[in-house]
């Protein structure tokens, strides 16, 4: 299994015992760039929040370690969050 398969399904940031979506959470799907595919937890974002995106820590993009990635909603899908670059 190639570490992009072994990501899928799982949501970023979870704990490796329980890598899955959890009952009663709310869900946007990553799309595109390092973090493609995977789930971020969205359920305690304000709705301001969630229209401004959100920058998430990856070693797996451009910068590498200490490297983060940026992820906005998805104009008519605010349940998918597009890949809008990467930043050192």
Known sequence: MDEVEFMRGRVYGAD?????PRPG???????????DGLLLDVTDLAEDERA??????????RYGAGGRSLYGPRTGDPRRFDWRGDMP
């Open 52 to 61: 401004r995106g959100v920058t998430l820590a990856t070693e797996i993009g």
């Open 16 to 20: 490796h015992d329980t890598p899955g």
């Open 25 to 35: 959470r709310a869900y946007a799907q990553l799309v595109g760039g390092p973090l």
